[in-house]
């Protein structure tokens, strides 16, 4: 059985994670890249994206990849620190945000 993340508002071990990233708010800063390079990178353009599983940029609006579990934390703690505060962390089954600007 697996241990769940302490911040895991759900008490489900089998609610899958979704990241994406609102790049109207993205500041370049790249903090989300510094954690977790296997999700986010930066583009030419400056601003952050999620990749999928492939290691391709998802450059569509309000694009999402998977929250591998291995990489839980590091998304997570991506988003308490992003400064723009543009990192959404949701449950794949129902789209409730449980990290980010908008969990509650």
């Known amino acids: 059985m697996t241990v769940q993340h302490e911040a895991e508002t759900t008490g489900e071990s089998h ?7 609102d790049q109207d708010l993205c500041t370049g800063d790249g903090i989300c890249a510094q954690y977790a390079p296997e999700v986010f990178e930066l583009d030419i353009d400056g601003l952050a994206y999620v990749k999928s599983g492939d290691d391709e940029l998802l450059q569509a609006p309000g694009a999402t990849t998977p929250v ?4 839980l934390r590091d998304v997570t703690d991506s988003a308490k620190e992003c400064p723009g505060d543009c990192i959404h962390v949701r449950r794949v089954s129902d789209k409730v945000e449980v990290f980010g600007p908008d969990a509650e």
């Open 68 to 71: 591998p579990l291995p990489l």
């Open 15 to 21: 609610d899958l994670l979704e990241v994406w990233i």
